[in-house]
């Protein structure tokens, strides 16, 4: 793979996050572009979800650097994460059932208007970002209540585009979907990097993964185990990244 000399939007290095006697990470690097998916595999325990919640802001680590544009930066919750553009979509989605599309897209970020809701603004904004997602929700005053599990994922998705994020960081987006909801969902990854977002996608789903990632990347026991270009690679390579059947000799080398 040639040499990237673009600064990437994040860059992660020598990330190391332990929970007591557990090492959940051990000198972790990941880098992601703007307009670039990369993917996050590994099996159960892998420090997946945990590199997420790092980016995020939810965890600390407990050595390391993160840098965005090129520039330290250090969050203290998931709201300095989200001020400084990272958003993220956890398994549990965060939607309130008795609320309507556009209430959900706005939840704690209300427009107001001279002290008062803007309910007309937030309409037309929520309209707007299902249109750019080419989602195919039938109205934003829609109960959330009456939506598919894919359609409450691209409520989820959409949510994170209020504030204009540069990053955002999504887990298991298809998990529990079906096939015609995964196809929906991964279109709307694409959306996001065609609209200049880097993507972290964190999947077991290798189909769904070499679908829409430009990058994959391997954690073993919370460590890197491999960096492959999605269009070059296999899932029998991935694969034995995953299961420790083979491993690079110096994985770093390929996270640019």
Same mark, same amino acid.
């Given at each position: 793979?040639?040499?990237?000399?673009?600064?990437?939007?994040?860059?992660?290095?020598?990330?190391?996050?332990?929970?007591?006697?557990?090492?959940?990470?051990?000198?972790?690097?990941?880098?992601?572009?703007?307009?670039?998916?990369?993917?996050?595999?590994?099996?159960?325990?892998?420090?997946?979800?945990? @590199?997420?919640?790092?980016?995020?802001? !939810?965890?600390? &680590?407990? %050595?390391? +650097?993160?840098?965005?544009?090129? $520039?330290? =930066? /250090?969050?203290?919750?998931?709201?300095?994460?989200?001020?400084?553009?990272?958003?993220?979509?956890?398994?549990?989605?965060?939607?309130?059932?008795?609320?309507?599309?556009?209430?959900?897209?706005?939840?704690?970020?209300?427009?107001?208007?001279?002290?008062?809701?803007?309910?007309?603004?937030?309409?037309?904004?929520?309209?707007?970002?299902?249109?750019? @997602?080419?989602?195919?929700?039938?109205? !934003?005053?829609? &109960?959330? %209540?009456? +939506?598919?599990?894919?359609?409450? $994922?691209? =409520? /989820?998705?959409?949510?994170?585009?209020?504030?204009?994020?540069?990053?955002?960081?999504?887990?298991?987006?298809?998990?529990?979907?079906?096939?015609?909801?995964?196809?929906?969902?991964?279109?709307?990854?694409?959306?996001?990097?065609?609209?200049?977002?880097?993507?972290?996608?964190?999947?077991?789903?290798?189909?769904?993964?070499?679908?829409?990632?430009?990058?994959?990347?391997?954690?073993?026991?919370?460590?890197?185990?491999?960096?492959?270009?999605?269009?070059?690679?296999?899932?029998?390579?991935?694969?034995?990244?995953?299961?420790?059947?083979?491993?690079?000799?110096?994985?770093?080398?390929?996270?640019?």
């Amino acid at each position: 793979m040639s040499a990237d000399v673009r600064v990437p939007l994040l860059s992660m290095r020598q990330i190391t996050k332990r929970f007591g006697a557990v090492e959940a990470l051990v000198g972790v690097d990941l880098d992601v572009h703007a307009h670039e998916v990369v993917a996050l595999v590994g099996d159960n325990g892998a420090g997946k979800s945990t @590199l997420a919640k790092v980016v995020s802001g !939810v965890l600390a &680590p407990d %050595a390391g +650097l993160v840098e965005l544009d090129g $520039q330290p =930066v /250090a969050f203290g919750s998931p709201a300095a994460a989200h001020q400084a553009g990272i958003a993220t979509v956890f398994q549990d989605l965060a939607l309130c059932e008795n609320l309507d599309v556009t209430a959900n897209l706005f939840l704690g970020r209300e427009l107001r208007r001279g002290g008062v809701m803007d309910d007309g603004e937030m309409e037309q904004v929520a309209k707007r970002i299902l249109r750019d @997602l080419t989602s195919r929700i039938p109205s !934003v005053r829609t &109960p959330l %209540a009456h +939506l598919s599990a894919g359609q409450r $994922q691209s =409520v /989820a998705i959409a949510r994170t585009l209020i504030g204009s994020p540069r990053l955002v960081v999504l887990d298991e987006p298809t998990a529990a979907l079906s096939v015609a909801q995964t196809a929906e969902v991964l279109m709307h990854i694409e959306r996001l990097r065609h609209l200049g977002l880097g993507v972290i996608l964190i999947s077991h789903n290798l189909n769904d993964v070499l679908a829409v990632a430009d990058r994959v990347e391997v954690l073993r026991h919370g460590r890197n185990n491999g960096s492959f270009e999605a269009r070059r690679t296999s899932h029998e390579e991935i694969l034995g990244a995953i299961t420790g059947a083979t491993r690079l000799d110096h994985p770093v080398h390929a996270l640019r």
